[in-house]
């Protein structure tokens, strides 16, 4: 079961005004739009909070929901401003896209593979903006990275490349795949060419600091980069966000400290920046100040502690 005819009608209206959207809760309408067993009534848009400014990274997020769910055409449409508009801030819309869709809803990822099939070809064929293609194609990518189809994988993250050459996480997922392929050392070399190819692109010098902060490799290589954006940037907070792990990872727990309170001040609620800075806090020796930035964090981003610890950074 679907939306109404009605409800998509005034959905549509309401993405289109750079980010404003009808929900109720913290998303939750957003959130429901993307279960085809639960849509949202029309009770629901006529609630008093129905009209409110929605966070980029909420559009984001609910267009995953809607690709993991096979309804392609609200995905489409939903993310194109969002999308336009993390860019547009240097936000890392990359590491916002990944979603282990399967984990997380329960979906497999052949219908992912069906779903992002079906958001590229409907792009093209009704002349969508093409914001979200590059997306469709990273996702499908990982997906098929998953599937263990390493070819399919590695032609989707050219293809976002292309689209989206700032796109760091394509880089980096094209890396990863070549390896698995037997191409020993392509991981670095991809991140290296993306730095190359870009040299002037503060948002794709950020997103492969973040990569390789991430990964917890080239942490050298990463500040440069880092330090290069801001160069270009000044006091971008995702930049900073990043150089904060970036320092964090180095051992300079001062330092890391510094960029988490610079990008902090700009964004109180990054939830990574009062996370690390927590960290450093505790390596520093200040135990119950840096308890109370980890809970901060923690309760904007329940699952913080177990994304960083995948990447190897715990408490």
Not at 79 to 88: I, K, P
Not at 95 to 102: A, F, L, M, Q, V
Not at 124 to 148: C, D, T
Request: glycine fraction near 6%; charged fraction near 25%.
């Amino acid at each position: 079961m679907g939306t109404t005819p009605t409800i998509a009608n005034k959905w549509r209206k309401a993405i289109g005004k750079k980010g404003q959207c009808y929900r109720s809760h913290q998303c939750t309408i957003c959130f429901k739009l993307a279960r085809t067993d639960d849509p949202p009534s029309e009770e629901e848009y006529q609630s008093d909070e129905a009209s409110v400014n929605m966070p980029a990274t909420c559009i984001v997020h609910s267009s995953l929901r809607y690709c993991c769910a096979g309804m392609a055409k609200k995905s489409i449409a939903f993310a194109a401003a969002a999308l336009a508009t993390l860019f547009a801030s240097g936000a890392r819309a990359g590491t916002i896209i990944e979603s282990s869709c399967e984990k997380e809803h329960g979906i497999s990822y052949e219908r992912v593979v069906s779903a992002c099939t079906s958001i590229i070809l409907e792009a093209k064929v009704h002349g969508w903006a093409v914001s979200e293609i590059p997306a469709a194609y990273f996702n499908r990518g990982l997906a098929f990275y998953r599937l263990g189809k390493y070819e399919q994988a590695r032609d989707d993250f050219v293809r976002a490349i292309k689209y989206k050459p700032e796109l760091a996480s394509a880089w980096r997922g094209l890396g990863e795949v070549l390896e698995k392929m037997g191409q020993v050392g392509q991981l670095k070399a991809t991140l290296d060419a993306a730095v190359q190819a870009n040299p002037s692109n503060p948002i794709l010098l950020n997103g492969v600091c973040w990569e390789r902060a991430t990964l917890g490799r080239w942490l050298d290589v990463a500040l440069a980069e880092c330090n290069q954006s801001l160069q270009i940037a000044p006091d971008n907070p995702f930049t900073l966000d990043s150089r904060c792990l970036v320092r964090y990872r180095l051992g300079d727990f001062a330092n890391a400290m510094a960029d988490c309170d610079a990008a902090l001040r700009h964004n109180s609620t990054m939830p990574t920046s009062l996370y690390v800075r927590g960290l450093a806090k505790k390596r520093l020796g200040y135990a119950e100040l840096g308890d109370a930035d980890i809970a901060a964090a923690t309760a904007l981003d329940a699952k913080i502690a177990d994304r960083f610890a995948e990447w190897g950074v715990k408490p």
